[in-house]
């Protein structure tokens, strides 16, 4: 049974940091992707950030892109998400997700449906 369990959510102010973490536990060596998605009240599930577990290729939304950096600490089972310059907007749930399906494109990875697996999200919240 796989279970993935995020932490490091938590308050803080608009410009500062925060690092997300998923560790997975279970039957893991399948994975080939794991991503993070987000979801604010009122709004849908949203992409934020994918990395190739093999190759530790990454890909962005572009909402994030230069202030989030996602890598993976193999040995660990654990995927990390480092936020920075965060903005009020960044405010959600930040899901953690695994992929063990089929080769896709790391592009493709952007979509909710390609996940398999899911955590239960921790909260964000960024004041101004």
């Known amino acids: 049974q796989v279970q993935l369990v995020e932490s490091g959510g938590g308050l803080v102010q608009a410009g500062g940091s925060l690092r997300l973490s998923c560790a997975a536990s279970g039957l893991t060596f399948g994975f080939n992707f794991m991503g993070w998605f987000r979801q604010a009240p009122g709004k849908e599930r949203e992409f934020v950030a994918v990395?190739?577990?093999?190759?530790?290729?990454?890909y962005y939304a572009d909402s994030v892109k230069g202030r989030f950096t996602i890598s993976r600490d193999n040995a660990k089972n654990t995927v990390y998400l480092q936020m920075t310059s965060l903005k009020p907007e960044d405010t959600a749930v930040y899901y953690c997700a695994a992929n063990a399906g089929p080769f896709r494109h790391i592009a493709a990875m952007t979509q909710r449906r390609e996940y398999d697996y899911w955590g239960q999200g921790t909260q964000v919240t960024v004041s101004s």
């Open positions: 990395i190739r577990l093999s190759s530790s290729s990454t």
